[in-house]
């Protein structure tokens, strides 16, 4: 007993190991120079949300210094990031794996495999106005209101890529007969994928249709809500617009990673190239030239401030910012010139006054779609101020994985510009502000839109005119 006792004074008594930051301020200088040379929005955070990038590190210096666990340390890094308020700035921390359970694993269905979840989805605001009436329910719930004579057809898009829609998976997988047990390699993915979009494309198409049929005069396209997704919506936003509408002009990071992409884009237009048909091949000659001089523009070394630290090449479509929807019809080099092309909309299949519904969460691509209508005067925004995410990460971006911590630290490696010349970034500010909050409840959000409802149709009618 005694000896017990003895034992538990000396533990007692042994001194904890401390907690050593060097290595964490290792990372920190690492993140520092990754956002120096990787982050594309630098001269928006030190300009527009006028953040002291010095001072900012050095404060998170001062808090690892001061840790006294790795848990400090993370949450230092992490107050660092959050002080941008980009939200395609984020740093990942390495999950340790699960424990061994001594059962084999259940094997997964095809489409959770594939990652999609309907957990992307939000719920919207617009359904919950007053004398809403549904008139579908799938995947793009719409109905109509009526405010002050005029009946207003809604549609929601929760989000702008078909990994939401679990049912756009399962159907597509039923279309190519594939099982849920089935093995999907890279091939079969893409194939999944495509017949996704095509689906995808072919119900919002479709909605827009019922509710033409259902008499709406003017379209409202809920977004509020809605974290982002894919270049889908550019397609449909073209969707909504008789108009030519111009898609937003593109800054990159200059580095091996977009000079690697625009040389990828110039060779798969020469091999296309080789077969196109005559009346084509002039075209993608001139093509095959903008994506070299972008590749050379991408690895202009402008350290030493010769140049702007973004290069500046083509739009957030590719090299062509503005198509009819059947210009590209049967060409399979369309996706590296306009990426609209991949989706088989069409123009225009609504085409009379449009307003869009924002909040704070309204993110990324979900920006885009709102911006470029806004910019080519092709519809009202009403709401609050997005989140501020514009641009993201292409091609898997450009990660940096910190070297003590193992935190994979992402930023945007892309921009694009509004027709002001400002950087998305900033968030899309509505023509008709409701003071929204997004935690308000739908109720409440509803109503408040609702007494903005005739401001924004009279401006929507007199833009359609």
Known sequence: MKAFALLSLFLAAAPAVAFDPAPWLGDLAQARQAIDRKYANLEWLRHDRGVDLDAAFARTKERL????????????????????????????????APAASGMPPKPAPLCVRMGYNAAYLRDGTARHLAGYRAVSGDIFPAGTIDNGGTRIGVIRVGIFMPQGYPALCEQAARDLSLSEGAECDDSCSDRLITRAYELMTAAFEQRLRD??????????????????????????????????????????????????????????????????????????????????????????????????????????TGLVGSAPSAQFDGKPWAVHVFTPAQYGYHDGVWDGPVIVVVDQETWSAAEEFAAMLQDNDAAVVM???????????????????????????????????????????????PDVVVALRFDDGPGFKARLIEAKLPEAIARAEALAR
């Open 383 to 429: 709401g609050a101020r997005t989140g501020g995410a514009g641009c993201g990460h292409t091609d898997g971006g450009t990660p940096t994985t910190l070297a003590n911590s193992k935190g994979v630290l992402e930023v945007p490696d892309c921009a694009r510009f509004r027709r002001d010349g400002s950087n998305e970034v900033n968030g899309i500010v």
């Open 211 to 316: 509710l033409k049929r259902a008499g709406a005069q003017v379209l409202l396209v809920d977004i509020s809500g809605n974290s982002g997704g894919s270049e889908w919506a550019e397609a449909a936003a073209r969707a909504l617009s008789r108009k030519r509408l111009q898609s937003a002009p593109l800054g990159f990071v200059r580095g091996e990673h977009w000079a690697k992409q625009w040389r990828e884009v110039a060779a798969a237009l020469n091999d296309a190239r080789k077969t196109a048909a005559p009346a084509d091949r002039a075209a993608l000659a001139g093509w095959i030239a903008e994506a070299n001089a972008a590749a050379a523009e991408a690895g202009r070394d402008c350290a030493d401030g010769s140049c702007p630290r973004l290069g500046r090449a083509g739009y957030a």
């Open 65 to 96: 210094e001061g840790a006294q666990s790795e848990a400090e340390a993370r949450r230092a890094l992490e107050r660092l990031f959050e002080r941008f308020h980009d939200g395609h700035v984020a740093i990942r921390w390495p999950t340790p």
